[in-house]
C-alpha cells in the first residue's frame, strides 16, 4: 500500500484544529458583523506582527534546501498589511502597535524556527499562507460587505494576491513541494506537531483578541459541524 501524500498527512491532520479555529468566538463575531472596524483593525494589525517574522525569516531562509522551495515572493504580504493599517489606523500606527501575548509568542516561535530548523518553518508558512488563499478569500468578502472596503481595495489587501492569477493551480504546485519536502520520516512527523502548535498559536491569538476587543474572555463558538 502506497502512503498518502504528506500534503494529505497535513492536511487531514490538521482538519480539527482548523474546525477550532475557524470556530472561535472572535471570529464569529467580527464575520458575523457583530464587531465594528476597530476590531478588524486590531486583527490586522496582530497579522503584521506574525507575517513580519514569517518574512524576515524568509531572508534568512533564501537558498536553504528544504525551506527555500517554499518561499515564493507572490506570497509575500507585508507591503499589503502595510497599505492596508496606514488605511485602517493612520499614518504613524507602526509606532503604536502592540502585539497581544500569544501574537508575541506566536512571532517569537517563527522567529525561532527560521533561524534553526526550515522544516518547521514550513509547518508556519503552509499554515497561513495556504490557508489565506483558501478561508481568505471568503474573510475578504465579508471584510467588504461588512465595513464597506472597495472591492480588493486599502483595507482588505492582505487578501488580494496580485501575483497569483489562479489560486487553484497554485495551491496545486504548493502541495507537490509539500509532497517533496525534503526531511523523512522522523522529522515529517514533527512537522505535523508545529503545524498543530502553528494552528494553536492562531486560536490563541483570537482568544486574546476577544479579551482586548470585547473584553470579554471567548466563549466557545457555535458548532458548524
Ligand atoms: Fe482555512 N480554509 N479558513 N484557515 N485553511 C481552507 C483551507 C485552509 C476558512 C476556510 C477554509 C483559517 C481560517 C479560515 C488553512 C488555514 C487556516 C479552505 C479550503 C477553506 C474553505 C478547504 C479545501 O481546500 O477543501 C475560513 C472560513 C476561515 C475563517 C473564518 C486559519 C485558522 C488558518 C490558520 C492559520 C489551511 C492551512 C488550509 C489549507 C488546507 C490544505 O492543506 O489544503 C481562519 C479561522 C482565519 C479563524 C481567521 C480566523
Redo the contacts with the bound molecule.
Keep these: 500500500m502506497t502512503p498518502p501524500p504528506f500534503?494529505t498527512v497535513?492536511?487531514t491532520a490538521?482538519r480539527d484544529r482548523?474546525t477550532e479555529?475557524?470556530n472561535?468566538a472572535f471570529?464569529g463575531d467580527l464575520?458575523g458583523g457583530r464587531l465594528g472596524v476597530e476590531a478588524y483593525a486590531r486583527y490586522t494589525e496582530q497579522l503584521w506582527f506574525v507575517y513580519r517574522a514569517l518574512e524576515d525569516g524568509a531572508r534568512a531562509l533564501a537558498g536553504d534546501p528544504v525551506a527555500g522551495p517554499f518561499l515564493r515572493p507572490e506570497l509575500f504580504r507585508l507591503p499589503e498589511l502595510e497599505r492596508d493599517l496606514d488605511h485602517l489606523l493612520g499614518a504613524g500606527w507602526s509606532s503604536r502597535a502592540v502585539p497581544l501575548p500569544a501574537t508575541a509568542r506566536y512571532a517569537d516561535r517563527v522567529t525561532e524556527v527560521a533561524g534553526g530548523w526550515p522544516a518547521g518553518y514550513v509547518a508556519h508558512h503552509?499554515?497561513?499562507y495556504?490557508?489565506d488563499l483558501?478561508?481568505g478569500q471568503?474573510?475578504r468578502d465579508i471584510a467588504e460587505k461588512t465595513w464597506g472596503f472597495r472591492r480588493k481595495g486599502d483595507g482588505v489587501r492582505f487578501y488580494v494576491f496580485e501575483a497569483i492569477p489562479n489560486p487553484a493551480a497554485f495551491?496545486r504546485e504548493y502541495?507537490a513541494l509539500l509532497d517533496d519536502l525534503a526531511v523523512g520520516a522522523e522529522e515529517r512527523e514533527r512537522v505535523l506537531t508545529e503545524c498543530a502548535t502553528?494552528?494553536e498559536l492562531?486560536t490563541s491569538v483570537?482568544a486574546d483578541l476577544a479579551v482586548a476587543v470585547t473584553g470579554a474572555p471567548s466563549r466557545p463558538g457555535p458548532s458548524r459541524g
Design positions: 500534503s497535513i492536511r490538521s482548523h479555529a475557524e472561535s471570529m464575520l503552509y499554515t497561513r495556504l490557508g483558501s478561508g471568503l474573510i495551491k502541495r502553528a494552528f492562531n483570537f
